[in-house]
């Protein structure tokens, strides 16, 4: 596993510790690997969710440091999402 999933893991952990996340959600970060989101936090895993979202390790690193702005990384097409989009936009008011 890489340290940047590592990295991820911890900081998206933090970030949704009260947050009350009902869903599943993945990160593919490319070149990487993935990390589970569900309602009981982060994991490096990859599986099945409700919504895959996958950008690269640079953009990834900027949502979760609050660089970049998840709905613009979406609309510039640095995130593609996959799925349940109603959940990807949950899980971005928690990330922003």
């Known amino acids: 596993m890489s340290d940047i999933v590592n990295e991820a893991v911890t900081a998206l952990n933090a970030k949704m510790a009260d947050a ?6 993945k990160f ?5 690997g993935a990390v589970m989101i569900d309602g009981s936090g982060a994991r490096a895993a990859d599986e099945d969710a409700d919504v895959t979202l996958s950008a690269d390790a640079e953009t990834f690193r900027g ?3 609050g660089d970049t702005n998840p709905t613009s990384a979406f609309m510039t097409g640095k995130l593609k999402v996959d799925g349940d989009m109603g959940m990807a936009m949950k899980l971005a008011s928690v990330l922003s």
């Open 20 to 25: 009350g996340f009902d869903g599943t959600a």
């Open 28 to 32: 593919d970060i490319e070149g990487e």
């Open 63 to 65: 949502i979760l440091e």
